[in-house]
């Protein structure tokens, strides 16, 4: 079993910066970054596997940058150029499959209970 416990969320005005953390209990191959708007369904933003390989989803891509702390179990998501649009409940997501891509919440077996990003205009 993997727990994932995220932090960093909080209330910024657009163009401004947040980076949010997330814990994990084990090593997996590849973690994610998903996000929750309300009355919307769960958006993909990024993926990374063991080797330090990002994926994004388009609309994050040269405001989001996802990295990881291996001896840590850390991930991270450094958010850039926040907009309104932004605004959703974040999640922390593992697997042990590699991520050739940004897999669909379904392909993810762990998740943390999320981080609220507010981004205001």
């Known amino acids: 079993q993997v727990q994932l416990v995220e932090s960093g969320g909080g209330s910024v005005q657009a163009g401004g910066s947040l980076r949010l953390s997330c814990t994990s209990t084990r090593y997996t191959l590849c973690m994610g970054w998903f996000r929750q708007a309300p009355g919307k369904e769960r958006e993909k933003v990024a993926a990374?596997?063991?080797?330090?390989?990002?994926r994004y989803a388009d609309s994050v891509k040269g405001r989001f940058t996802i990295s990881r702390d291996k001896p840590e179990n850390t991930l991270y998501l450094q958010m850039n150029s926040l907009k309104p649009e932004d605004t959703a409940v974040y999640y922390c997501?593992?697997?042990?499959?590699?991520?050739?891509?940004?897999?669909?919440?379904?392909?993810?077996?762990?998740w943390g209970q999320g981080t609220e990003v507010t981004v205001s205009s």
């Open positions: 997501a593992a697997r042990d499959l590699y991520c050739s891509d940004v897999p669909d919440a379904r392909d993810f077996s762990y």
């Open positions: 990374i596997n063991y080797n330090h390989t990002p």
